[in-house]
Structures are given as C-alpha cells and as structure tokens.
C-alpha cells in the first residue's frame, strides 16, 4: 500500500511539474513555432472546454469501472507529453493539448480519488501530502526549465 501512495502521489507531482514548466514556456513556445495571440488563446482555451465536456463522463466511468480509467489517463497523459515535445507546429501542439487536458483529469483526478478511498482514516494527511507534492511539481518545473535554458539545452 505505501509503494502505491507513493506512486499516486507521484502522478500528482508529474502533473503540476508539467503544468508548472509548460506556463513558464509559453513565451518560449510562441517563439519557437511563431504563434498568433489568437492561436495561443486557442491552445489556452480549447483544451479546457474539450476538457469541461469530457471530464465528468470519465469521473463516471472511473466510478463504474472501479477507476480502471486512470490507467488509459496515463497512457493518454504520456503520449500527449510525447507529441507536445515533438510538436514543430500550431495544429500539433493543439492536438497535444487537446489529448493531454481531459487526459490529466482521469489520470490525475482518479489518481487522488484512489489515495483517498485507499485509507479513509488518512484523508487529511493524504491530502495534506497531494498538496505538497502539486506544490512541489508547480514550483520546480520553472526551475528545471530554466536550469535546461541556462545549459542550452533549449
């Protein structure tokens, strides 16, 4: 049970570790493949209300299925990653992000749903720990873009 807390916990620090480097390249990313406001706005907001409409229906499904939809969250969260890191334009960054929004919520939502059915007795220090870890994983992802820029790693 503890190797599975840890690995829940994990996901919640893997997503905002994302989150958190992904806002801070924006100006990067806008660089990089000449982009629009406008285009940006779309790959701000269509991926959230994709998102907005998908999302309960996974919530359902992972409670009917008994969460078996974080799993496919995952493999759907990875390859999203993929793609958005080999994306060189518009159209293939948007669909990264399309796939990757409502991939986080059924991989990242079921996941702390999961660690805190596991041991009802320890919501509050569960939860005090997802906390942190999404704390931490926003808060380094900056740091460790900056770092890669700092060593040309581009």
């Known amino acids: 049970m503890r190797l599975t807390t840890e690995l829940l916990l994990l996901i919640e620090f893997l997503d905002e570790f994302v989150y958190g480097a992904r806002e801070a390249a924006w100006p990067l990313i806008r660089a990089d493949l000449g982009l629009t406001y406008v285009q940006i706005g779309m790959l701000l907001g269509l991926p959230g209300i994709i998102s907005g409409l998908?999302?309960?229906v996974l919530g359902i499904l992972g409670d009917?299925?008994?969460?078996?939809?974080v799993l496919g969250g995952g493999v759907i969260f990875a390859l999203s990653l993929l793609l958005t890191g080999f994306s060189r334009t518009y159209v293939w960054l948007l669909l990264s992000l399309v796939l990757f929004s409502p991939a986080s919520g059924a991989f990242v939502?079921?996941?702390?749903?999961?660690?805190?059915?596991?041991a009802p007795?320890?919501?509050e220090r569960n939860m005090a720990r997802w906390t942190f870890m999404g704390s931490l994983g926003v808060v380094l992802g900056p740091?460790?873009?900056?770092?890669?820029l700092a060593l040309a790693f581009g």
């Open 109 to 118: 939502s079921l996941s702390q749903a999961t660690l805190m059915d596991m």
């Open 121 to 123: 007795q320890h919501r």
């Open 143 to 148: 740091v460790v873009l900056a770092g890669c």
């Open 54 to 56: 998908t999302e309960p």
């Open 64 to 69: 009917v299925w008994k969460r078996r939809v």
